[in-house]
């Protein structure tokens, strides 16, 4: 089983602020020499990883299943167990409906679709009585224009920030 720290500022305090804290830097540097040095470079990584896929799931939970074709019963993320392959958004309906979807906190490209089908293809052997499977992308940055056909014919779902965060 793997334990995960779901509180943002935890999360972003055991990550970043105890060990800068515990190696004495902040009495040494300025802020903004910690900042530029030890935050800033992983911040972009962290908010990907830790931040946007939460947001994404819990977007699906509350206000994205408009888009889908169901309600979701159960939200989370899949991995193989040797965590090589993850899924970062499943949804499972009641009535065998399974939504999948890719998060990107930065540009989508087509390598990223094609992740994402192969992933399909381990996770839904595993799940029982799938009626209906949707597909989808959630980017933080900008979309190669090579996946926007899928997007288009209606393939696969896209969510911007807009969706995400709308004002």
Known sequence: MIY???DPYLHFWHRFVSDVRAQGIPAIFEPGEVWGAV???????YIGR???EEVCREF?????????????LRVGSWWTADVQNEIDVV???TEGEVFLGECKWGSVGRDDVDKLMA?????????PNVRSVQLG???GGVMDR????????????????ADLFPS
């Open 4 to 6: 995960r720290l779901r």
């Open 146 to 161: 090579a996946v926007q056909p899928r997007i288009d014919s209606g393939q696969i779902l896209h969510f911007t920030q």
């Open 137 to 139: 992308l959630f980017s």
């Open 119 to 127: 992933r399909v293809d381990m996770i839904l052997p595993r799940l």
């Open 60 to 72: 699906v939970r509350s206000s994205g299943h408009e888009r889908l074709s169901f309600r979701p």
């Open 39 to 45: 935050i800033e470079p992983g911040l972009n990584e």
């Open 91 to 93: 949804a499972l309906g």
């Open 50 to 52: 830790y931040v946007f």
